[in-house]
């Protein structure tokens, strides 16, 4: 999983860089490795996971009519 950018004819290297950094930001390199960077146990996991379910259920998203 490598992001590639191709430096175009005449680009600054600021711009370029910038291109570099959009394209990790959309492949979710950068998320995926903060994720990883400390070892969680499953339970702990399973735990956040059950929390944000709790907090989504409690604030439900509005529909097309407003309700």
Do not use: T, W
């Not at 992001?3 to 860089?17: D, F, H, K, N, T």
């Not at 950068?30 to 996991?45: C, D």
């Amino acid at each position: 999983m490598s992001v590639r950018i191709q430096l175009r004819q005449g680009e600054p290297i600021q711009v370029a860089v910038r291109r570099f950094k959009k394209a990790i930001e959309r492949s979710g390199i950068l998320r995926e490795a903060r994720r990883k960077e400390h070892f969680q146990k499953p339970s702990l996991l399973r735990r956040l996971a059950k929390a944000r379910k709790r907090k989504a259920a409690q604030h439900p998203k509005e529909g097309k009519d407003g309700v």
